[in-house]
């Protein structure tokens, strides 16, 4: 006679057991999921912001350029990134104006965009005021 039958098996013991921890664990999967999507899509919004006031600052540093010009390409490339309601300030820092009228070489621009997270990323459906953020570009004339 087999030793193995005297003893139920462990599975038949147990018959709930499954259901038990899937219910214990499948909320906190799901959490862990939709997190990391939400935090990758706030790192994305940000690099996104990031670059826009960066490539606008190039634009500003150039001899050519105005507060229109760079109000403009900071505009586009914002939108081409998805961005929406964010507000840009460009700043002559050495001569404290908000304009690049009667800039010289060698002077301090700054390109400032202020966004607003409740319109750059998906949980804005669950929570509605979720602050803003701010980035800042600092070059200097050619």
Known sequence: MPHSRL????????????VVELAFVLPVLI????GSIELCQRIYTRQSVVIA???????A?????????VRTACE????????????????????GQNNLNDI?????????????????????????????FRVDAVMLRE
């Open 104 to 132: 010289t070489t060698g002077d301090e621009i700054r390109v400032r965009i202020t966004a607003n997270w409740s319109e750059n990323v998906i949980s804005r459906y669950v929570v509605q005021d979720q602050g803003t």
């Open 53 to 59: 006031a960066y490539e606008s600052c190039r634009v």
């Open 76 to 95: 586009t490339l914002l939108e081409q990134q998805g961005i929406t309601g964010a507000t840009i300030q460009i700043r002559d820092l050495t001569h």
């Open 31 to 34: 959490a862990l999921v939709f």
């Open 61 to 69: 540093t150039r001899r050519t350029s105005d507060t229109d010009t």
């Open 7 to 18: 003893r139920p098996r462990h599975d038949e013991l147990r018959p709930g057991a499954a």
